[in-house]
T-cell receptor, first 116, second 111 residues
Framework: GAGVSQTPSNKVTEKGKYVELRCDPI?????LYWYRQSLGQGPEFLIY????????DSGLPNDRFFAVRPEGSVSTLKIQRTERGDSAVYLCASSLLGGRMAGELFFGEGSRLTVL | KQEVTQIPAALSVPEGENLVLNCSFTDSAIYNLQWFRQDPGKGLTSLLL?????REQTSGRLNASLDKSSGRSTLYIAASQPGDSATYLC??????????FGSGTKLNVKP
């Protein structure tokens, strides 16, 4: 696609429920990133994919969070047993290359998650 | 842990003024420094990318500079317009893949 696409744009769920957030990166971009942004703060790194593999998942806060990118394109961020503290905007970004030559990051509009 | 700081947190200027936004980072071994714009409720839009070997980049009324030795980058906006009102974020790339973001400067340009 022309840009990074994220769905849903808004998700309201109850504490304890399971949530999936989807990211469709720019066509041909090999690197994909998930970030989380709380109100008034800059985005915080969650996980980075190079192709199909999670090259760095050190930003995932705990084992309730998991992400996949099975075919090296679309990625899904999965959150189990959601907690109120998970409420934030989840941003996806892609870049043409990864590593040191990552170049420009291009972001989607984000998925706003609210856990009641 | 790498830290990125942006000062001021908020800035209000009259239309037409030239202004400078500041970004500082603790580790000078960065790969790239990227500036973004974020409108309320929206994602981040890339403005300028400065690679570690470069000192500045320009796009239209925007000019970004990078001084690795002092750990600083500045974003210069010439002849500001109300449409420039947004939050501006800088991000420093380290460790091959991680981009560390500042908390942003919220800019308001008054007509």
């Amino acid at each position: 696609g022309a840009g990074v696409s994220q769905t849903p744009s808004n998700k309201v769920t109850e504490k304890g429920k399971y949530v999936e957030l989807r990211c469709d990166p720019i066509s041909g971009h090999t690197a994909l990133y998930w970030y989380r942004q709380s109100l008034g703060q800059g985005p915080e790194f969650l996980i980075y994919f190079q192709g199909t593999g999670a090259a760095d998942d050190s930003g995932l806060p705990n084992d309730r969070f998991f992400a996949v990118r099975p075919e090296g394109s679309v990625s899904t961020l999965k959150i189990q047993r959601t907690e109120r503290g998970d409420s934030a905007v989840y941003l996806c970004a892609s870049s043409l290359l990864g590593g040191r030559m990552a170049g420009e990051l291009f972001f989607g509009e984000g998925s706003r998650l609210t856990v009641l | 842990k790498q830290e990125v700081t942006q000062i001021p947190a908020a800035l209000s200027v009259p239309e037409g003024e030239n202004l400078v936004l500041n970004c500082s980072f603790t580790d000078s071994a960065i790969y790239n420094l990227q500036w973004f714009r974020q409108d309320p409720g929206k994602g981040l839009t890339s403005l300028l990318l400065i690679q570690s070997s470069q000192r500045e980049q320009t796009s239209g009324r925007l000019n970004a500079s990078l001084d690795k030795s002092s750990g600083r980058s500045t974003l210069y906006i010439a002849a500001s317009q109300p449409g420039d009102s947004a939050t501006y974020l800088c991000a420093a790339q380290y460790n091959f893949n991680k981009f560390y973001f500042g908390s942003g400067t919220k800019l308001n340009v008054k007509p």
